[in-house]
Every structure is written in structure tokens, then in C-alpha cells.
């Protein structure tokens, strides 16, 4: 009897180790809040966050990430979601209500809103720094490096890989 105890223990043991693991260096689950990613994500909708990926490579332009919040002595533990738009070395420049990276008009299919804040830059993004932004490009609807610049890399926590929550909306991102 002590000794099946005891297997079951070593069993349970391992098991919570692993999603420990699992947890901390592969994935994670994120939700939604706000409206900063519109029309690209939802409020409430829960992300599959690969946290495994950067590990072994870096933030690429078009990414969706998990930030931790540059302004996190203000809220702790605070994280946004936002889009990769410049990597080390691209120059970001908004004017006439329009993105340009590196000097060319950016072509955005996952946002249908012309930016409505006031222009911007240009900006060369600086190495190991990433600029991130948000879908919705109404005035003041998203808090992005148009405000507090810059992310490093080290800041970035994963990538969104796919909406597993509600089930309509389930698919790949």
C-alpha cells in the first residue's frame, strides 16, 4: 500500500513538474483586453501564446506578441498585445494618416482604418528594440511605441499563434 502511494506521488509529482516547465518555457494562455487589436482580436478572447519560439529566433514584422508592459511600475504584472511593424534598423514613419517602414507605404490587410493620431518620425528602430502597434488605428485607441517607444527584445514574452477561445472564433493567427 505505502509503496503504491508512493508510485502515485512520484507520478503526480513529475506530471505537475512537466506543466511547470511546459508553462514557464513553452507556452502560455493569454486574454484579451481592450481594444487595441481591433479587427484583428476581440476582448475576451483567449490567445495560445508560443513562448518556445523566441528562444531559438527573434520577433519578425507582422508578429503578434505578448509585451510586458514598458510601464510596469505603474501596473504590476501588466502585458499588451500588439503587432511587430519594425525590427532592428527599420526606419517608422506615420504622415498623411499613412504607415511607412524603411520609406515605403506599408500594405496592412489585418487593419481597414487609415491611422487617425497625429504623424510620427521618422524613427529608426535601434538594435535589439522592436516598435509594436496595435490594429485599431483610431485616434488614442492604442497605447504602442507611438507612446512609450521602443521594446526591447527581452520584453517580449511570445508570440500569438491562434484564438482558442470562444470556439467560433477559433483559428490560427
Do not use: C
Request: no cysteine; charged share 25%; glycine share 8%.
Amino acid at each position: 500500500m505505502v509503496k503504491e502511494l508512493l508510485d502515485w506521488f512520484k507520478t503526480l509529482l513529475l506530471a505537475v513538474i512537466i506543466v511547470m516547465l511546459l508553462h514557464y518555457f513553452v507556452f502560455n494562455l493569454s486574454t484579451v483586453k481592450g481594444h487595441s487589436m481591433q479587427p484583428t482580436l476581440e476582448e475576451k478572447e483567449w490567445l495560445f501564446v508560443n513562448k518556445a519560439v523566441y528562444l531559438f529566433g527573434s520577433p519578425e514584422r507582422g508578429n503578434i506578441v505578448i509585451v510586458e508592459d514598458p510601464e510596469h511600475e505603474l501596473k504590476s504584472n501588466e502585458y499588451l498585445v500588439k503587432r511587430v511593424i519594425g525590427i532592428p534598423g527599420d526606419q517608422i514613419e506615420i504622415r498623411n494618416k499613412r504607415l511607412y517602414l524603411n520609406g515605403e507605404r506599408l500594405v496592412e490587410p489585418y487593419t481597414d482604418l487609415a491611422i487617425e493620431d497625429e504623424d510620427y518620425g521618422p524613427y529608426t528602430v535601434e538594435p535589439g528594440a522592436y516598435f509594436i502597434m496595435g490594429d485599431n488605428r483610431h485616434a488614442g485607441a492604442s497605447r504602442d511605441s507611438r507612446s512609450f517607444g521602443t521594446v526591447s527584445g527581452n520584453n517580449i514574452k511570445g508570440r500569438a499563434d491562434f484564438i482558442l477561445w470562444p470556439p467560433t472564433q477559433m483559428k490560427s493567427i
